[in-house]
């Protein structure tokens, strides 16, 4: 890494002190980077795929593992599935917490859309792996829609963080 690019993140980041996991660019995306602080978040492992990025370890203070899920989810209906199948495959196989978040790339409810079609179909399988996942959504402030197209006439709400229901002894205050 070049001393500019240090001076970048530390100006970002506020120090000099994080790790990071990070997967390789697939078609427009320029690939996702997960960052986090090691004196807060230590890591165990990591796995990466072009759609996800998954860094299990544990937050200081909390008992158990902690697996962190960054997405930036495809657009093909398919691979979607695919990936929600992944996941859920992926959970059932490494008992701890979650904490999902990233592009899922889909929307849960027409409400979520707006200048674009709806599928509910599309809908229905992602609402599914949710409910079948035992995830919670975590309501975001501010606006309606986390995406918009350059001229404003295409909206939809995209970005989301998810989380197990045991994350919730994690953060009472949530």
């Known amino acids: 890494m070049t001393r500019l690019e240090l001076f970048r993140l530390k100006s970002v980041w506020g120090n000099y002190t994080f790790d990071y996991a990070c997967s390789l660019a697939r078609g427009r995306s320029g690939g996702l980077i997960s960052m986090w602080d090691p004196n807060m978040f ?40 695919n990936l ?38 599309e809908a229905q399988v992602f609402n599914t792996f949710i409910n079948d996942a035992s995830l919670i959504e975590l309501p975001l402030g501010g606006r309606l829609f986390t995406w918009m197209n350059k001229v404003g006439t295409k909206l939809s709400k995209l970005d989301r963080f998810l989380f197990s229901e045991d994350v919730l002894d994690m953060l009472p205050n949530y």
């Not at 795929?49 to 398919?78: Q, R």
């Not at 859920?88 to 999902?100: A, D, S």
Request: aromatic residues 14%.
């Open 42 to 81: 230590v890591k165990e492992e990591i796995w990466c795929d072009e759609s996800f990025i998954i860094v299990k370890g544990c937050w200081l203070n909390v008992v158990g593992d902690c697996f962190m899920i960054h997405i930036y989810g495809p657009h093909d209906p398919l691979t979607k599935v």
């Open 84 to 121: 929600w199948n992944k996941l859920q495959e992926f959970m059932q196989l490494h008992r701890g917490k979650y904490i999902l978040f990233g592009d899922m790339n889909e929307v849960r409810e027409e409400i979520e859309r707006y200048g674009s079609a709806f599928s509910r179909n």
